[in-house]
């Protein structure tokens, strides 16, 4: 039989539920999550493998207003990786349209790829039937190859939307071995759990320019790994709310983060954790290349 396989981008403003779709369709956690908007700031790849066809799902960064740092790179990282794709799945929220969605719909229109356009969030709405007002006035928007009602948390309309997409893929072979389900170096997602943690556990308080560079390598302790990590903070103010009273939330992040990394790395894992005052790091060209921001990661 022909196989089939490509990769398929998805893209939206923040905090939509870009990351909670790859992660359910997947069946893994790939990508990290939290109701803080911009939680993606890398592209992250996601593998599918279903009898004759394997989907690549790009997880990209929520694209957003702003021209310099961190938010211009984050925004060419979801601009580069919705260029790569064969298929576009563009998502909102069943809320309502935004005018942030305007701006994502623009750059969709010039990449002049199949796009799918999944209202997401659903089980919120107080009716079913509310979403269909706001699936006819964005259908005249723009011709979506299909516009799917969804909702991630129940899973609602996803397995058609996987039959669809997989209909969809150019034909050719694999790219990836059929075991494989995500695509990252071991450090990046070492960084990617503990900033998840930080977002979860310091919550509304936490600054939006905290980074985690993985430094220290790995070296074995027992049976298990150990990572050595910083976590970029721009002031002191910053630090002090990281790490806690007594340095008690960093702890919890460290206990969180190491659960979450053995469960997902299948052997015991040890953090070293540091906080570093780094100012201006948003701004910083070197710095942001040392994180991997950019298009090119």
């Known amino acids: 039989m022909v196989e089939r396989f490509g990769f398929f981008a998805v893209v939206g403003r923040p905090n939509v539920g870009k990351s909670s779709l790859v992660n359910r369709l997947i069946g893994e956690k790939v990508s990290i999550t939290s109701r803080r908007p911009q939680t993606t700031r890398n592209r992250i790849l996601g593998i599918r493998t279903q009898g004759t066809a394997q989907i690549v799902f790009v997880d990209t960064p929520g694209m957003q207003a702003g021209q310099q740092g961190l938010d211009y790179s984050i925004n060419e990282t979801a601009k580069s990786s919705a260029r790569s794709a064969d298929i576009i799945g563009m998502m909102i929220d069943a809320r309502g349209w935004h005018d942030r969605d305007d701006q994502v719909l623009d750059y969709i229109r010039y990449l002049e790829l199949p796009t799918y356009l999944l209202v997401n969030k659903t089980d919120l709405l107080p009716s079913a039937g509310l979403v269909l007002p706001l699936i006819a006035s964005v259908s005249r928007k723009h011709s979506f190859t299909e516009i799917l009602p969804v909702s991630v948390r129940r899973g609602h309309n996803l397995s058609r939307l996987l039959s669809l997409v997989e209909k969809q893929l150019p034909e050719g072979p694999f790219g990836f071995p059929t075991e494989q389900v995500g695509v990252s170096q071991r450090e990046f997602v070492i960084g990617e759990f503990i900033r998840e943690q930080i977002f979860h556990t310091v919550g509304r308080e936490v600054p939006y320019s905290v980074a985690v560079d993985v430094t220290g390598g790995r070296r074995t302790r027992g049976d298990g790994e150990v990572f050595t990590a910083e976590v970029w903070v721009e ?17 919890k992040i460290g206990s969180k983060a190491r659960r979450e990394l053995s469960k997902a790395f299948g052997l015991p894992v040890s953090l070293d954790i540091w906080i570093k005052v780094r100012k201006g790091w948003t701004n910083h060209n070197q710095s942001l290349e040392k994180l991997g921001y950019g298009p090119e990661r």
């Open 235 to 251: 002031s002191k103010g910053q630090k002090a709310i990281v790490l806690g009273p007594g340095g008690s939330r960093l702890k």
